[in-house]
């Protein structure tokens, strides 16, 4: 196992305030329009960069924030695993990185990172799979991964993939595909947003770092300790059809 007990925990807390930093950025959003265009220019699109797998976008916006550095000086430790969370929880480091990097970073970069990550969480926290997994499945031909991915983000449909396939809608008149899309277009459903979207976000993460086999103890221990899942007697039978089934999607 590559992921102790202590730094799942350490991730798993970070939920909440991942959430919260996903509320707090549309409402600052939509009570402050013109700084938000002042700081996009003419240029707003980030959907392009979902046309990658997952890894590639962050290492993409890092490059582009100028963060790569920081990473790289990570990758080296003996615990990469914590050496990352450190980074991320150190908020010295990254107060050091801006100030170093104020004047050459385009503060859009910044704003299109928020939002790249935060919808590839949702997007694995709902589906199992982060957003460049469901464009790949789009390119392999599923309209369910297509109507996954609006509904997480709607600015997706600009990317090439999302839009050959609504051309394509459009010259064979689709009428089913577009409702379809109409429903997709409202967002993820009430039912889906208060599914157990954290206790899935964890299950990725942990298969991702390396987890494949678990004890009964562990399972309750890792699940149950950290309060993504409640107490019964049945708690790890019903974990474990959890994990076999997200063994089924990638979220690369």
Same mark, same amino acid.
């Given at each position: ?38 700081? +996009? &220019? ?89 957003? &460049? ?7 392999? &031909? ?42 997709? +277009? ?10 157990? &979207? ?23 221990? +890792? ?30």
């Amino acid at each position: 196992m590559n992921l102790s007990p202590h730094q799942f925990s350490s991730v798993v807390k970070t939920l909440p305030e991942i959430r919260s930093q996903m509320k707090k950025l549309g409402e600052v959003m939509l009570s402050k329009p013109e700084k938000v265009k002042e700081i +996009l &220019g003419e240029y707003y699109s980030w959907a392009f960069i979902y046309e990658l797998p997952f890894v590639e976008q962050l290492a993409y916006l890092s490059v582009l924030l100028g963060f790569q550095e920081s990473l790289v000086e990570a990758s080296k430790a003996k615990d990469i695993t914590q050496a990352t969370i450190d980074l991320a929880a150190d908020g010295g480091v990254l107060d050091r990185w801006y100030e170093a990097n104020e004047e050459k970073i385009e503060k859009k970069h910044l704003i299109w990172l928020s939002f790249v990550m935060q919808r590839n969480i949702l997007s694995i926290m709902l589906f199992h799979r982060s957003l &460049g997994a469901l464009v790949h499945e789009v390119r392999t &031909g599923s309209d369910d991964a297509f109507f996954k991915a609006v509904s997480i983000d709607r600015t997706i449909l600009l990317c090439p993939t999302f839009s050959d396939r609504l051309s394509y809608a459009e010259l064979t008149n689709d009428k089913t595909f577009f409702l379809h899309l109409r429903k997709a +277009l409202k967002g993820p459903s009430k039912k889906n947003m208060e599914a157990i &979207g954290d206790l899935r976000y964890a299950i990725v993460l942990l298969r991702d770092m390396g987890f494949n086999k678990f004890t009964d103890d562990e399972l309750i221990g +890792l699940f149950v300790g950290n309060g993504l899942y409640p107490k019964s007697y049945n708690a790890a039978k019903n974990l474990r059809k959890h994990i076999h089934t997200a063994r089924k999607f990638s979220t690369t």
